[in-house]
């Protein structure tokens, strides 16, 4: 399974963009990039995915570089509602199962 | 967001005693995960399922886990002898057969005294 690595916490001011990084320089040609997010101890919260082109949806935009290897989760404008604990996975296809493996996350707080 | 439903919010048991939790599936989505929350910590993988089959189990999922689906729509967990360890927050997922996004509950947090 691709291994990801991301900075434990990270500080955004509200209303500005927040840059979540991740690196995943194991990553195979076939395996998606996801990123979920969890609010407090809620259920994990889908966000977004991709597999080589940037990605774009009503919540954030993904920036997978040309290698792969690493990507960014952008929060165009973050509000306080946004804090939370956001987490980049690489789904892995093993056994005839996709697995959606989860790695320790990013702690994002938004100050306001 | 799709929306998956668990059942209880909280549970809690005695040690020794058993446990189901179940989940109330997306419509037609085929594909069901459970994974497990100890307070602080990360989210971990416990099984996937498909067709009736257990498709991956990881080590936590040990003889004293079960999951089925006993009426064709429900899929439960099932925590035979309960130790204080498994005192977490389960989530169950869900992913269509055409789809790539698993969605989650939830959660059910049980709680072993």
């Known amino acids: 399974d691709a291994k990801t690595t991301q900075p434990t916490s990270m500080d955004c001011a509200e209303g500005r963009a927040a840059n979540l990084p991740c690196n995943h320089s194991?990553?195979?040609?076939?395996?998606?990039v996801y990123w979920y997010r969890q609010i407090h101890s809620q259920g994990p919260q889908y966000i977004i995915h991709?597999?080589?082109n940037n990605e774009t949806n009503e919540m954030a935009s993904l920036i997978i570089t040309e290698d792969r290897k690493s990507s960014t989760l952008i929060l165009p404008h973050a509000t306080l509602r946004d804090t939370a604990v956001y987490y980049c996975?690489?789904?892995?296809?093993?056994?005839?199962?996709?697995?959606?493996?989860f790695g320790t996350g990013t702690r994002l707080k938004v100050l306001a | 967001e799709p929306e998956v439903t668990q059942t209880p919010s909280h549970q809690v048991t005695q040690m020794g005693q058993e446990v189901i939790l179940r989940c109330v599936p997306i419509?037609?989505?085929?594909?069901f995960y459970w994974y497990r929350q100890i307070l602080g910590q990360k989210v971990e993988f416990l099984v996937s399922?498909?067709?009736?089959?257990?498709?991956?189990k990881s080590e936590i999922f040990d003889d004293q886990f079960s999951v089925e689906r006993p009426d064709g729509s429900n899929f439960t967990l099932k925590i035979r002898s309960t130790k204080l360890e498994d005192s977490a927050m389960y989530f169950c997922?869900?992913?269509?057969?055409?789809?790539?996004?698993?969605?989650f509950g939830e959660g059910s947090w049980l709680t072993v005294v």
């Open positions: 991709g597999l080589k």
């Open positions: 997922a869900n992913r269509p057969s055409s789809g790539n996004t698993i969605y």
């Open positions: 996975i690489v789904r892995s296809f093993t056994s005839g199962t996709y697995k959606y493996i």
């Open positions: 419509s037609n989505h085929l594909y």
């Open positions: 399922f498909y067709n009736n089959e257990i498709s991956e």
């Open positions: 194991t990553i195979s040609g076939n395996e998606y």
